[in-house]
């Protein structure tokens, strides 16, 4: 089974740029994609980004996701941050027999 | 556009077996894995599995031995079954689907089920 560590907490000021990352322990992040959710208080979680960058419709071009092969991780920046960006947002990821979310990392915009 | 709804008791006693269901409705039945996923007080979310309309099923290696996941189509509904439960099964359950593709995201999540597994 693997592992999807992302930092605990980051924050940031309204209008900057913000990277959150999510580290796969094992198997290679390059051949499985990567989805990225975003959760406020009292809600369920929603997609902004899946197969590694792809964003939903609806989703503001503001997110963006990537993948670097040479730290097996992907990651999530959000640019102009906003106050309404204020959540928690988890990565999640898959291989053959399981599917596996990150711990989540709890944005605060300040 | 689906949309799913959670529904069962929300105090389990230790050792006895939790039972959820989740209503489908909107979206063709056929056409997605139709998924359990629990979120921990702590905030951490667990995949505990899916089944597809066929009736095949694809469990967390880590809860295998415990969990049942069935579907009736007739009904537009589809079953949880933990079983053997302890208070570290406390969490909020979410039904939610994706499609069966490479890459393809949860896109519809129910709204949760706070269970609490206590004597």
């Known amino acids: 089974n693997f592992m999807l560590t992302q930092p605990h907490s980051v924050s940031e000021s309204p209008g900057r740029t913000v990277t959150i990352s999510c580290t796969r322990s094992?198997?290679?992040?390059?051949?499985?994609?990567v989805q990225w959710y975003q959760q406020r208080p009292g809600s369920s979680p929603t997609t902004v980004i899946y197969k590694d960058n792809q964003r939903p419709s609806g989703v503001p071009d503001r997110f963006s996701g990537s993948i670097d092969s040479s730290s097996n991780s992907a990651s999530l920046t959000i640019s102009g941050l906003e106050t309404e960006d204020e959540a928690d947002y988890y990565c999640?990821?898959?291989?053959?027999?399981?599917?596996?979310f990150g711990g989540g990392t709890k944005l605060t915009v300040l | 556009q689906v949309q799913l709804q959670e529904s069962g008791p929300g105090l389990v006693k230790p050792s006895e077996t939790l039972s959820l269901t989740c209503t489908v409705s909107g979206g063709s039945i056929n056409n997605y894995y139709w998924t359990w996923i629990r979120q921990f007080p702590g905030k951490g979310l667990e995949w505990i599995g899916y089944v597809y309309y066929s009736g095949s099923t694809n469990y967390n290696p880590s809860l295998k031995s415990r969990v049942t996941i069935s579907i009736d189509t007739s009904k537009r509904q589809f079953s949880l079954k933990l079983s053997s439960v302890t208070a570290a099964d406390t969490a909020v359950y979410y039904c939610a689907s994706r499609i069966p593709v490479a890459g393809s995201a949860f896109d519809y999540w129910g709204q949760g089920a706070l269970v609490t597994v206590s004597s």
């Open positions: 094992s198997g290679s992040t390059a051949s499985n994609f």
């Open positions: 999640q990821s898959s291989d053959t027999y399981n599917v596996v």
